[in-house]
């Protein structure tokens, strides 16, 4: 077996950070000698549409302030602490991560404090329950702690926590020792995890009452022989897995039947493809399950459990973990490959250049994503997916958020359906911007849209971009980031949309890595933006949609009533089938008598609508409608619509 690096972080359940606001400033055009001509760039908003999830934009922990700020839809509480957490004492065990001891969770902590915290704030939770057997048994909430290798039972170890020197490494001579289990937790069944379903019922109601809306099955349970080797030292098998994916699975939907479940969460590569008794690759345990790897096997072993109780869905998100295997270096060489290795999520053609290539277990092309999908589709039709733990690194630097920019692109092309950042930036830190590019660019809540559409670059690893139509109000946002370290100037043509004729735009990039900043507006002509990209730098373009105008004109005015026509232009580039005109009185005028049209009037608001037969406008035609009213003629300011 290939020895294994990765860049791994510390775990804790809760991260956290600084607040910030978002500082408006001035923008300063490059001059367009100082940037070369950059890759084209193109956009059918007619193309490959499809949904793109708000829970791709969630995060494990955080600055409450900043995760208000982008609008953060779900959180995890999850990770290594989790895996023997206990509800009933309020207590979880830190395994490997430190001394493997028991640290009782103050109320803010504890799992039902952070339910409460994130329903209060809207963001729905995502709950581990522990799969392993074990989960932490009574301790002192102050030191000596209980833990999983004491000194009373081992007094020689490699180490010992120098606030606690009776909890130890679990290890002599860098050789793990056997430890004891009931030294640190009790042994629990799944009905354990029915029990704490049941729990968070009883607190918040069940998931379709506004409670936990997903559980997820343990963490990283493949590494259970390392992080939590005091209490399951064994390699985890596949039947270990799913036979214990299964139960948890079925305990949680008895306790909640409109719970969804989430699994296996993986830690990354090796566990994506085999259990812990095969390490990381095809082995003995793939063969006696039909040459299946780990996920594969995982997914179908799911879907014949559903098949066996009557087509009940027991797995709703397949959800693994991805660190990329780079250092975290912030050198010319690691900056560049960190933007470069963005592609094992999705290129077919990208060969890792970590271990996992050709240096090491030579794994073909991971396409992550599009692998997840294809395996779905397969073996478990109808499953989301999920990557509840990323981190590309250097989010205090604008290469971290450069990369935190495609990725988030990435996603929302892809189709993944959740997503939870661990190791969350501080809201000051540029991997915080990135977010904010697509989740508040301007300060006021504005988003990057929420249905993608097709974007082609023709050089993605130079100028990557991503494009969406906003619901709302139907503007088309295109987010393009510039990973070179030159200003480029690039032509973007748009199809399938019409545009107002400009195109706002906001940057963020080295010359301000305290601000997006707002610049001018760039004509959109026939179809084609040209713009400049600064070097490193985010850029989101939004197209606003051409639409139709309404104006209105008095054709007579008397002291208790007036009579006006109001006429549509539709200012598109294709014929218009309907339109929509809305307006509010300033005063308490009523509508009496309406023609061409179809009016409805509440209190001051109006909304006239076409009456089918003139509802076709051709490119720059007009039609008119007209009524009647009381009162004084007092113009007021209409909006129109295309239906």
């Known amino acids: 077996m290939v020895g294994i690096r990765r860049w791994r972080k510390r775990r804790s359940v809760t991260a956290a950070g600084l607040a910030v606001s978002l500082v408006a400033v001035l923008f300063t055009d490059q001059p367009a000698t100082a940037a070369a001509t950059g890759p084209a760039l193109s956009v059918d908003a007619s193309a490959a549409r499809h949904a793109i999830s708000p829970d791709i934009y969630g995060l494990n922990g955080g600055d409450p302030a900043f995760n208000a700020e982008i609008g953060q839809s779900v959180a995890r509480w999850g990770g290594n602490a989790t895996s023997r957490y206990n509800f009933k004492n309020h207590t979880y065990n830190t395994g490997s991560d430190w001394f493997f001891e028991n640290i009782v969770a103050d109320e803010a902590h504890s799992v039902e404090g952070m339910v409460k915290s994130n329903l209060d704030r809207g963001i729905k939770p995502v709950v581990a329950v522990p799969l392993s057997g074990w989960v932490a048994k009574d301790s002192p909430a102050q030191h000596p702690f209980t833990c999983g290798f004491p000194a009373t039972r081992f007094p020689q170890q490699d180490k010992f926590d120098e606030w606690d020197p009776n909890c130890g490494n679990g290890q002599l001579n860098q050789q793990n020792l056997a430890g004891v289990a009931t030294d640190s937790s009790i042994p629990v069944d799944t009905s354990f995890d029915g029990e704490m379903v049941s729990f968070l019922v009883s607190k918040f109601g069940t998931a379709a009452q506004g409670g936990v809306p997903i559980y997820e099955l343990d963490n990283e349970p493949v590494l259970w022989a390392s992080t939590h080797r005091d209490v399951h030292p064994a390699p985890v098998t596949m039947d270990e897995l799913g036979t214990k994916g299964t139960a948890a699975a079925a305990a949680i939907k008895a306790a909640d039947p409109s719970a969804a479940v989430l699994g296996p969460s993986g830690w990354g590569y090796c566990e994506w493809v085999a259990s812990g008794l095969d390490g990381c690759g095809p082995g003995a345990d793939s063969a006696a399950h039909g040459g299946l790897n780990l996920s594969q096997w995982y997914l179908k072993n799911m879907k014949d459990y559903s098949d066996a109780h009557g087509g009940k869905r027991y797995l709703d998100y397949f959800d693994q973990h991805f660190y990329p295997q780079i250092s975290g270096d912030k050198n010319p060489e690691a900056n560049a490959l960190r933007l470069r290795s963005i592609r094992s999520l999705w290129d077919p053609t990208y060969v890792e250049e970590s271990w996992i290539g050709p240096s090491g277990v030579n794994a073909p092309p991971l396409q992550f994503i599009r692998t997840m999908k294809s395996w779905i589709d397969r073996y478990n039709p109808g499953t989301k997916t999920a990557i509840t733990e990323y981190n590309w690194g250097a989010l205090d630097d604008i290469n971290g ?60 690893g130079q100028l990557a971009v991503y ?49 997006i900043v707002h610049g001018g507006d760039l004509p959109v002509t026939n179809g084609n933006v040209e713009a400049t990209y600064p070097a490193n730098s985010i850029t989101l373009l939004v197209l606003p949609p051409a639409g139709c105008t309404a104006s209105l004109q008095v054709n007579g005015d008397w002291a208790t009533g007036h009579v006006a026509t109001v006429t549509v232009t539709n200012n598109r580039r294709a014929a218009m089938t309907g339109w929509r005109v809305s307006w509010t009185w300033p005063g308490d005028q009523q509508v009496t008598n309406s023609w061409n049209t179809t009016l409805k009037q509440n209190a001051t608001s109006v909304v006239a609508t076409d009456a089918g037969w003139n509802g076709s406008i051709g490119v720059g035609g007009s039609t008119s409608f007209g009524f009647q009213a009381t009162g004084r003629a007092a113009p007021p300011a209409l909006t129109c619509t295309p239906a």
Do not use: C, H
């Open 401 to 460: 958020a450069l990369a935190e920019a495609d990725i988030l692109g990435v996603f929302g092309r892809e189709g993944l359906d959740l997503a939870t950042m661990w190791g969350e930036p501080k809201p000051t830190d540029p991997g915080a911007y990135a977010f904010r590019m697509y989740r508040n660019y301007d300060g006021a809540g504005s988003r990057f849209g929420d249905v993608s559409v097709q974007a082609a670059s023709a050089d993605q």
């Open 467 to 515: 494009a969406a139509e906003r619901s709302s109000d139907k503007a088309l946002t295109v987010m393009v980031v510039n990973k070179t370290g030159g200003d480029l100037t690039s032509p973007l043509s748009v199809a399938g949309f019409d545009s107002t004729g400009a195109a706002q735009r906001f940057t963020y990039g080295p010359a301000n890595l305290g601000a």
